[in-house]
Nanobody, 125 residues
Framework: QVQLVESGGDSVEAGESLRLSCAASASTYLINYMAWFRQAPGKEREGVALIYARTGTTHYADSVKGRFAISRDNAKNTVYLQMNSLKPEDAAIYYC??????????????????WGQGTQVTVSS
């Protein structure tokens, strides 16, 4: 059982930055994939970024490439999402997810066994 706790959500203006954190109850090095998803009102949950624990390889949704960066601190069992140049369309509840074994596709939500409770990001224009 892995517990995930997100933090860092806030209300910001377009163009500003935020850093989200996801603290895991298990070693992030032992969890093969950790990812950030988001869900805006009336929209489906979508994958934003993931990181592969063993190599640090990252993968991003096209909509956030060049603006968002996922990273991990294995010593703190924490994964981060640095979000720069935020846009109103980035507003959503952001969820941290963990797939200890593997994923069938980078952002296949069904592959992620553990989820956090979410943290709200609001971006005003």
């Amino acid at each position: 059982q892995v517990q995930l706790v997100e933090s860092g959500g806030d209300s910001v203006e377009a163009g500003e930055s935020l850093r989200l954190s996801c603290a895991a109850s298990a070693s992030t090095y032992l969890i093969n994939y950790m990812a950030w998803f988001r869900q805006a009102p009336g929209k489906e949950r979508e994958g934003v970024a993931l990181i592969y624990a063993r190599t640090g390889t990252t993968h991003y949704a096209d909509s956030v490439k060049g603006r968002f960066a996922i990273s991990r601190d294995n010593a703190k069992n924490t994964v981060y999402l640095q979000m720069n140049s935020l846009k109103p369309e980035d507003a959503a509840i952001y969820y941290c997810a963990a797939a200890p074994l593997g994923v069938s596709a980078p952002f296949d939500s069904g592959s992620y066994e553990y989820w956090g409770q979410g943290t709200q990001v609001t971006v005003s224009s």
